[in-house]
């Protein structure tokens, strides 16, 4: 007799704009199949090829379900289970002295493993803050971006995904949607079949791109450039709405002056694409009311990436696109949901809060942070890191620094994880977590306007616990007594929303814990009439906040760190750019471990320009190893024009482990930091490729 079932909600954790609400079905305590849900407006009955997978990856054979602790040299992977108390007692028993005299000794490092407001940094943060720990700068991935659209329109703020679909054109801006926003993808294609033009702006012919109806491949880096040509155009030919201009922006006429240094002809040049693509372009989105520009992250990971966004989100400020709600720009819609952050992560916990706060490490610089002997300007050495919601040796820049940083004997590390992956290996203690379907969190969104609940769906499988009770134990054990630590997950879950705010009018937590979502209040064309969140309520294209700081109030273009503007003799020696975009069957290092979306990739592959192959004497499929002065990964070489000319790419995050030369990308990448936001400069990165 088959076991009954039981169908319950859920919400996808991961690091993507779609944020989708999904049914799990569970019968005799397992998660049996998950599968989107039709009703949540955004998720549109559809779930991406990876989470359709999720519950293989729940009931995982590999996953950790019991406390372990380090039997063998750091980085070998060999573990003995011990119990939970025991766990606690070694943890706390470091921790408790490390933090007794000097307690920036003590780091989290914590990023999007999980983007819920509970499991994230909520009681994590506020277990780091009372200790007076190091505080973790956690910019891996869209600093640089949010700052830009920070200093533009006031805060991570956009068009509404669910009018693209009325949209005549459409930027595609550093973006393969198909892989990575599968539903605005959908509206696009929607908008397209109605007769929008959909336009890719890449360097690299993604799926996306080959379905667009133009591809402007870019040299990487410079898509600030191309923005401030397009403007140079609209100004030229007066392809303006002068009325929004003057009513709902800041600083136009230094703006100009900027753009009129950027003619086509000198954009051609820098982007190394036609100049008449350039003019086109501009005519095009200035003659469209209802034009779009939909960015990712992937253009602002290079030097100049803050500006690049910053020239971008100033297009439809110029053209009067905003009026539309099939208009405007949208990076991340983040900014829209009122969450409460002092409120989930008590800063006013850190000792001598505000007048002192900790020292901030900046994820990016992780492994020279690991590896600092310590001083007066740096602080104190750093002796114990606990990552949670990461996966440092895998993900972050410069990974042979990295993983030389966590091979310290003397580092005491703490690993809190699903399955043993690359960081794992170097654990002292490494502690099961458990997965979305297993605990309770909220959501809020990058690509939608929707804040939502997830409710468990099974009981923890084996020993895992929630990230939340792992740092109560913590607690508990070291004697602290402060109440913000062991507060209830859902006591921190309802006060992670400020109520009060316009956005959740006429919603309360009891009705959005009932329905699992709430859809935010908000006008269809958000800045229609202005409204921005500057200082000034205007877009401003002078940043006078910048300007305080003695940064460039306006946008400009940044050539990258590694190219040949930027480093001429360093691209002489390595003179192909590199770009490592998500895999489409992985999200950055999630789900690598899962055997049928792993097979799916296969291996590690290097896509290559047939001129650039050529002269190499490279051809389709042979083995080659890409090197710099940082590190070398080998990989499967596809000689093909997907990728421009003077640009290798290489699709990622493979967990070292599991690639055939236990190297990924990022023993190539740099720990040099964005213009803007201290983000990570993962595609500013020059290369040499020859054959194995």
Not at 144 to 153: D, E, I, Q, S, V
Not at 368 to 379: E, I, N, P, R, S
Not at 580 to 606: D, I, K, Q
């Amino acid at each position: 007799m088959n076991a009954p079932t039981e169908l319950a909600r859920a919400v996808c954790p991961h690091d993507c704009p779609d944020t989708c609400a999904m049914r799990v079905t569970v019968a005799a305590g397992r998660a049996i199949k998950v599968v989107a849900d039709p009703e949540h407006p955004p998720t549109q009955g559809a779930l991406c090829a990876k989470v359709s997978r999720y519950a293989e990856r729940v009931h995982h054979p590999q996953r950790l379900t019991t406390p372990m602790k380090r039997i063998g040299r750091k980085g070998e992977g060999r573990f003995e289970p011990i119990s939970w108390d025991e766990a606690f007692q070694l943890a706390a028993g470091r921790l408790s002295e490390i933090a007794s005299r000097a307690p920036e000794a003590i780091v989290p490092y914590s990023y999007a493993g999980t983007m819920g407001l509970v499991q994230g940094d909520s009681i994590a943060q506020r277990f780091f803050h009372t200790l007076g720990a190091s505080q973790l700068d956690r910019t891996i991935c869209a600093s640089a971006g949010a700052a830009g659209l920070k200093y533009t329109y006031g805060a991570s703020l956009g068009m509404l995904t669910e009018f693209f679909d009325e949209s005549e054109v459409i930027l595609i801006w550093g973006s393969n949607p198909i892989a990575s926003s599968l539903h605005f993808w959908t509206r696009a294609q929607q908008a397209k079949r109605r007769g929008a033009q959909l336009i890719a702006i890449d360097p690299y012919r993604s799926l996306t791109a080959e379905k667009c109806h133009q591809h402007i491949a870019l040299k990487p880096g410079t898509d600030g450039a191309l923005a401030l040509g397009m403007m140079n155009v609209l100004i030229a030919e007066d392809l303006l709405d002068h009325a929004y201009i003057e009513a709902h922006t800041l600083g136009f006429d230094e703006l100009k002056a900027r753009a009129l240094n950027y003619p086509p002809s000198r954009v051609a040049e820098i982007c190394d694409v036609d100049e008449s693509v350039i003019v086109d372009l501009a005519r095009l989105y200035g003659g469209t009311k209802k034009a779009a520009i939909r960015m990712n992250y992937g253009l602002q990971r290079v030097r100049g990436g803050g500006n690049a966004v910053r020239a971008i989100a100033c297009l439809p400020s110029l053209t009067g696109a905003w009026r539309e709600r099939a208009g405007g720009v949208l990076l991340s819609s983040g900014g829209w949901a009122p969450v409460d952050s002092h409120a989930l992560q008590r800063p006013d916990l850190m000792p001598g809060w505000p007048s002192k706060v900790s020292r901030v490490i900046n994820m990016n610089t992780i492994g020279d942070a690991l590896l600092h002997k310590g001083d007066a300007a740096f602080g104190p050495k750093v002796e114990a890191i606990v990552v949670y919601n990461s996966n440092p040796v895998a993900v972050a820049p410069d990974s042979e620094r990295v993983a030389a940083g966590f091979a310290r004997e003397d580092l005491f590390t703490i690993v809190l994880e699903h399955f043993q992956t690359d960081t794992a290996d170097y654990a002292d203690l490494l502690l099961p977590a458990t997965t979305q379907l297993e605990h309770f969190d909220v959501h809020k969104s990058y690509g939608h306007t929707h804040v939502m609940v997830n409710l468990p769906a099974i009981a923890p499988v084996g020993g895992a616990l929630p990230n939340t009770e792992i740092f109560r134990g913590f607690a508990r054990h070291m004697g602290l007594s402060e109440p913000a630590l062991f507060e209830s997950d859902e006591t921190v879950a309802k006060n992670a929303f400020r109520w009060q705010d316009t956005t959740l009018e006429g919603v309360d937590w009891q009705t959005l814990k009932q329905t699992g979502w709430a859809r935010l209040n908000l006008p269809d064309a958000p800045f229609a009439d202005g409204g921005f969140r500057t200082p000034s309520g205007k877009c401003e294209f002078y940043s006078e906040r910048l300007a305080q700081q003695g940064l460039d109030p306006l946008p400009d273009y940044l050539p990258p760190y590694e190219s040949a503007d930027g480093a001429p003799e360093l691209a002489a020696r390595y003179p192909l750019a590199m770009i490592s975009p998500p895999a489409r069957n992985f999200l950055n290092s999630t789900f690598v471990n899962v055997e049928s979306l792993r097979s799916t990739e296969g291996e590690p592959h290097l896509d290559m320009h047939p001129a650039d192959a050529q002269s190499r004497e490279i051809v389709d499929g042979a083995r080659v190893r890409i090197f710099n002065d940082r590190g070398s990964m080998q990989a499967r070489v596809r000689v093909t024009d997907k990728a421009r000319k003077g640009l290798v790419v290489g699709l990622s995050i493979w967990w070292k482990k599991l690639a055939p030369d236990g190297r990924n990308a990022n023993q190539l990448t740099s720990q040099a930091l964005t213009d803007l936001g201290g983000s990570a400069t993962f595609y500013d990165c020059l290369v040499e490729v020859e054959r194995v």
